[in-house]
């Protein structure tokens, strides 16, 4: 398989994914998205075994290994702060660890905060916001792979030609 065979079947492989999570919202079934990506990865990486001009040196071995350990040295920086955001955000509220507030004061201005509560509308639970907040986290990892990995490529000259195939 060529190359931009693979990267065209990466593309169709992610275009159906998008359109199996939409399908998987829609019917409110999560495992027909996780299996399918699991399927996902599972047939890019077959695919990516039989790939014929790959090259692989010393290197891009040096390149991805660089890149994965400074992605790692920022990532866990970012994912830790903002694991400190979600737990100070869930020890605020009352856990039976700290008392209540003293009730308000009636003569005092206060904000006044109305929820609303639409029927219609799925309320948006801790479990939601904890998957959308690991996609946000993923994503994140994923662009700071894919610069770093630039980066040093750039670097050490990984697209540079080589003189021996000149």
């Not at 999570?21 to 399918?36: K, Y």
């Not at 100070?88 to 005092?108: C, E, K, M, Q, T």
């Not at 201005?109 to 799925?122: A, C, E, F, G, S």
Request: net charge negative; glycine share 6%.
């Amino acid at each position: 398989m060529k190359r931009n065979t693979f990267y065209l079947l990466a593309g169709i492989v992610a275009l159906a994914e998008v359109g199996i999570f939409w399908l998987s919202v829609d019917l409110e079934r999560p495992i027909l998205i996780q299996v399918a990506f699991v399927l996902g990865v599972l047939l890019l990486y077959a695919a990516r075994r039989r790939v014929e001009d790959r090259i692989e040196d010393e290197r891009t071995a040096m390149i991805t290994q660089k890149a994965a350990l400074r992605t790692l040295e920022v990532f866990w920086v970012v994912f830790f702060a903002v694991s400190l955001g979600g737990a100070v955000a869930a020890f605020s509220r009352p856990l039976g660890l700290r008392p209540p507030h003293p009730p308000l004061d009636p003569n005092a201005t206060h904000m006044l905060v109305i929820r609303i509560t639409d029927p219609d509308v799925l309320p948006f639970d801790l479990f939601g916001r904890f998957a959308v907040g690991q996609l946000v986290l993923l994503c994140l990892m994923i662009f700071l792979y894919v610069g770093f990995r630039m980066y040093y490529a750039r670097k050490y000259g990984e697209w540079d030609t080589d003189e021996e195939q000149d």
